[in-house]
């Protein structure tokens, strides 16, 4: 039996409502890029769990970041305080510290 058959009998007999959402989904695959679009993604990293990790760290690294957690801390605390004083200017809120 082709996968087109076995969808067709599984698709039998479903509700109206059912079936619309089945429309819509097959709709939303038909438009969903392809995984030959998303670049070289292994499909199946379980073979290496720490492979997306290993990358992700040599990104900063092979592009000359020196960026430390420290400094990422204070970066989001400077924009927490300059969100803070932004909103208090907008709206004439002095009274929030």
Known sequence: ?????LLL?????LSPQLM???IDFAGYLKHKPS???WGNVPKN???NPYKA??????????????LTLERFS?????????????FRRLFHHEGAQ
């Open 35 to 37: 995984p030959a679009v």
């Open 53 to 66: 990790i290993e990358e992700l760290e040599g990104l900063g690294l092979a592009k000359g970041s020196k």
């Open 1 to 5: 039996m082709s996968q087109t058959e």
């Open 9 to 13: 009998k599984e698709v039998e007999g």
């Open 45 to 47: 990293r379980s073979e």
């Open 20 to 22: 619309e959402e089945l």
């Open 74 to 86: 204070e970066m989001q605390q400077e924009d927490i305080a300059l969100e803070e004083a932004q």
